[in-house]
T-cell receptor, first 113, second 112 residues
């Protein structure tokens, strides 16, 4: 069966520090991968998605970047965090070329102080 | 452009009563409509989905209906229980897209 792992679960970082959040998927190949951010009490904002290794689509201009160094690994990064980067970050995967929904990871709660 | 609208934003129902959440979508080429439930501090979980060749789908106490002509789809929860309290998101996938567009969410509270 397929599983998605996301870590860390919580993170407190000072303003100006770097960020690296990692997401990995097991049990499937060539998945579509997604990073979402959710502000407190708000909806899901799509940040990046990837349909293959090295292929990254950015949905909103911001202080973050994403990379996909391996087929089942998706990384969200920042060189210098801002207070506004605080939020709940969710990774998700979906089978490509098929009508399936996303499977979400358990999320990372990031607090920038 | 692509858009999914969801109503209401908050919903409070008495335990045992039914709850209905409604969504509309803008692109008539949409062909897949999932619903997600998000409990506090957790990632959203897929609870039911429907494809455009079907008008209704049921799974125990939850059902989803789709009206392609009106571009509406709805989630129905019957005999609500306290564990149904959560935020629910509707979504639509456009046939040519790699991404799913989410509604803004409905916070459902079940009153004992």
């Amino acid at each position: 069966s397929q599983t998605i792992h996301q870590w860390p679960a919580t993170l407190v970082q000072p303003v100006g520090s770097p960020l690296s959040l990692e997401c990995t998927v097991e049990g499937t190949s060539n998945p579509n991968l997604y990073w979402y951010r959710q502000a407190a009490g708000r909806g899901l904002q799509l940040l990046f998605y990837s349909v293959g290794i090295g292929q990254i689509s950015s949905e909103v201009p911001q202080n973050l970047s994403a990379s996909r160094p391996q087929d089942r690994q998706f990384i969200l990064s920042s060189k210098k965090l801002l207070l506004s980067d605080s939020g709940f970050y969710l990774c998700a995967w979906r089978r490509g070329r098929a009508n399936y929904g996303y499977t979400f990871g358990s999320g990372t709660r990031l607090t920038v102080v | 452009g692509e858009n999914v609208e969801q109503h209401p934003s908050t919903l409070s129902v008495q335990e045992g009563d039914s709850a209905v959440i409604k969504c509309t979508y803008s692109d008539s080429a949409s062909n897949y409509f999932p619903w997600y439930k998000q409990e506090l501090g957790k990632g959203p979980q897929l609870i039911i989905d429907i494809r455009s060749n079907v008008g209704e789908k049921k799974d125990q106490r939850i059902a989803v209906t789709l009206n392609k002509t009106a571009k509406h789809f709805s989630l129905h929860i019957t005999e609500t229980q306290p564990e149904d309290s959560a935020v629910y998101f509707c979504a639509a996938r456009y046939s040519s897209a790699s991404k799913i567009i989410f509604g803004s969410g409905t916070r459902l509270s079940i009153r004992p």
